[in-house]
């Protein structure tokens, strides 16, 4: 069974800082795209930012850049989100996801995600 687990996820201050994990099992991800969405109350599912496989191209929205991360680790079928200068309007759930697709930012692509961990930054 593939699954995709979130973690790190939590409650953090305006400027402060959080490190999520998504660790995969059933499979191996080595070879897909990745890439870490999330969603608000009432808002649709946004993309944060993408890997590709080898982690020599990556993807943030406007919205992040500067302040995110995304790395991984293919041995340990493991992506991260480095999530720094946190702001309020970050708060949302965060979900992890993988594509066997070509490099993508589109929700549509992806068809492996994890269950969401919440991040709530308080001003």
């Known amino acids: 069974q593939v699954q995709l687990v979130e973690s790190g996820g939590g409650k953090v201050q305006a400027g402060g800082s959080l490190r999520l994990t998504c660790a995969a099992s059933g499979r191996t991800f080595s070879s897909y795209t990745k890439g870490w969405f999330r969603q608000a109350p009432g808002k649709e599912r946004e993309v944060v930012a993408v890997i590709n496989w080898s982690g020599g191209r990556t993807y943030y929205a406007d919205s992040v850049k500067g302040r995110f991360t995304i790395s991984r680790d293919n041995a340990k079928n493991t992506v991260y989100l480095q999530m720094n200068s946190l702001k309020p309007e970050d708060t949302a759930a965060y979900y992890c996801?993988?594509?066997?697709?070509?490099?993508?930012?589109?929700?549509?692509?992806?068809?492996?995600w994890g269950q969401g961990t919440q991040v709530t930054v308080s001003s």
């Open positions: 996801t993988a594509t066997d697709r070509s490099f993508t930012t589109s929700v549509y692509d992806y068809a492996y």
